[in-house]
């Protein structure tokens, strides 16, 4: 079993449509990271969580300490939405910043 | 500033050539990551350097070595490439401090025949 998994991992939505993420880890954690990368491959950092929730734009980040889980939202989904979208913990336990992937959620978002 | 840059972009190579992946940073930070990206797993850390003059092993360091060439420069090496090793690679950097923001580099689209 993973450290840390991800459901789903593919998900299409129409254009408009609320959209969930969801990332579940089997450890302790320091904080966990929500990624998304590009079709054409590049990574860019969307949020850190240590606690509670974080909103950018129309991205809201949660996350559960007790239940080890932390939920990804999308509103207003749109077709540039569209990539793969990846949870990393940081341990309790690990030295330095060294995460833990998730394999990544492929969301594609239709016109 | 140009973030993190990874050369080269794409590369083949026959089974047992060798070859160095380049990564440098421009943002001063201290910590430094080499991954892999398979299909169907997640990044993988291969080494990392928390410092200038500081490498460790990661999670699948077995046919790769690393040089920490200074602050900036973090490179990695395949010395007889095998065709396990065909993956994208990406490199990534980070700065001490609460939020452990990584930034990540292009990545090197490599294929081992």
């Known amino acids: 079993k993973n450290e840390v998994e991800q459901s789903p991992q593919n998900l299409t939505a129409q254009e408009g449509e609320f959209i969930t993420i969801n990332c579940s880890y089997s450890v302790g954690i320091s904080a966990l990271h929500w990624l998304q990368q590009h079709p054409g491959g590049g990574i860019v950092s969307l949020f850190m969580l240590s606690s509670g929730k974080k909103k950018h734009g129309r991205l809201i980040a949660t996350i559960n300490i007790q239940e080890k889980h932390s939920s990804l939202h999308i509103t207003a989904s749109h077709p540039r939405d569209s990539a793969v979208y990846i949870c990393a913990v940081r341990g309790e336990e690990t030295s330095g910043s060294r995460l833990t992937f998730g394999e990544g959620t492929q969301l594609t978002v239709n016109p | ?113």
Not at chain 2, 54 to 65: A, L, S
Request: proline fraction near 5%; glycine fraction near 8%.
């Open chain 2, 1 to 113: 500033n140009a973030g993190v840059t990874q050369t080269p972009k794409f590369q083949v190579l026959k089974t047992g050539q060798s070859m160095t992946l380049q990564c440098a940073q421009d943002m001063n930070h201290n910590s430094m990551y080499w991954y892999r990206q398979d299909p169907g797993m997640g990044l993988r850390l291969i080494y990392y350097s928390a410092s200038e003059g500081t490498t460790d092993k990661g999670e699948v360091p077995n046919g790769y070595n690393v040089s920490r060439l200074n602050k900036r420069e973090f490179s990695l090496r395949l010395e007889s490439a095998a065709p396990s090793q065909t993956s994208v690679y990406f490199c990534a950097s980070s700065a001490p401090g609460h939020t452990d923001t990584q930034y990540f580099g292009p990545g090197t689209r490599l294929t081992v025949l």
